[in-house]
C-alpha cells in the first residue's frame, strides 16, 4: 500500500524557515517523480514544486521560486521541502504527492498534509 | 503561464441528475488535464487523467472528455457522497496549475 507522511509543519514568523519532510513507503521510491501542493485555509489547491527521479530536474510556482528548494534521498524514501523567507501568504496544508514515472502523470497519491502556519 | 478556468464556481442539484462542470485552458494543453475530488476535510482524490481516462477504482459515473483548451467532467447521476469541490489540473508544462474550484452540493 503506497503511504506518503508528511511531517515538520508548524508555527513561525515571517523570514524565518522550515524544512518538511515526507517519507513514502509501499511503492519503488526512486521510479517517480514527486510532487508538493499546497492549500491555504479555505482556499483551493496550488501546485508547488515537482522533482524528478534522480533530481537533477526540479520546477517550482513562481510565487515560491527563489525561497523553496524541493529535494530527495532515494536511500531514505525521503521528499523535502527546505522553505526560506516564509511568509503569511505561504500559510497552508501541505501535501506530498507521487507523480508519475514520467512527467506526464499527475499526482496520484497524496499524503495527509502538515500544516504550516507563518504569523507573528 | 497558462491558466485554467473552471465554471461554474458552485453547483446545487438533486440526487440522480446529471452534473458538468467545465474546465477552460487559456492555451491548449492536449489532453494533459486531471481531475480531482475533495471532500470536506478530506485529502484531493484522483478522478481522471488524460482528460477521459478514469482512475482505477472511480465509479464509472463519473467521465471527463475534451481535448485542447475545453474540458468536462460528467457525473451522470449525482450521488450523496459525490458531495466535494473538484479541481482540474493541467499537467503538460510547468506550472502545473489548477483551477479554482467547483463546489457541488446536494439540493
Known amino acids: 500500500e503506497v503511504q506518503l507522511v508528511e511531517s515538520g509543519g508548524g508555527l513561525v514568523q515571517p523570514g524565518e524557515s522550515l524544512r518538511l519532510s515526507c517519507a513514502a513507503s509501499g511503492f519503488t521510491f526512486s521510479n517517480y517523480w514527486m510532487t508538493w501542493v499546497r492549500q491555504a485555509p479555505g482556499k483551493g489547491l496550488e501546485w508547488v514544486a515537482n522533482?524528478?527521479?534522480?533530481?537533477?530536474?526540479?520546477y517550482f510556482v513562481d510565487s515560491v521560486k527563489g525561497r523553496f528548494t524541493i529535494s530527495r534521498d532515494n536511500a531514505q524514501n525521503s521528499l523535502y521541502l527546505q522553505m526560506d523567507s516564509l511568509r503569511a501568504e505561504d500559510t497552508a496544508v501541505y501535501y506530498c504527492?507521487?507523480?508519475?514515472?514520467?512527467?506526464?502523470?499527475?499526482?496520484?497519491?497524496w499524503g495527509q498534509g502538515t500544516l504550516v502556519t507563518v504569523s507573528s | 503561464d497558462i491558466q485554467m478556468t473552471q465554471s461554474p464556481s458552485s453547483l446545487s442539484a438533486s440526487v440522480g441528475d446529471r452534473v458538468t462542470i467545465t474546465c477552460r485552458a487559456s492555451q491548449g494543453i492536449s489532453n494533459f488535464l486531471a481531475w480531482y475530488q475533495q471532500k470536506p476535510g478530506k485529502v484531493p482524490k484522483l478522478l481522471i487523467y488524460a482528460a477521459s481516462t478514469l482512475q482505477s477504482g472511480v465509479p464509472s459515473r463519473f467521465s471527463g472528455s475534451g481535448s485542447g483548451t475545453d474540458f468536462t467532467l460528467t457525473i451522470s447521476s449525482l450521488q450523496p457522497e459525490d458531495v466535494a469541490t473538484y479541481y482540474c489540473?493541467?499537467?503538460?508544462?510547468?506550472?502545473?496549475?489548477f483551477g479554482q474550484g467547483t463546489k457541488v452540493d446536494i439540493k
Open positions: 504527492a507521487r507523480s508519475g514515472t514520467q512527467w506526464s502523470f499527475p499526482p496520484s497519491y
Open positions: 489540473q493541467k499537467y503538460i508544462t510547468a506550472p502545473w496549475t
Open positions: 522533482i524528478k527521479q534522480d533530481g537533477s530536474e526540479k
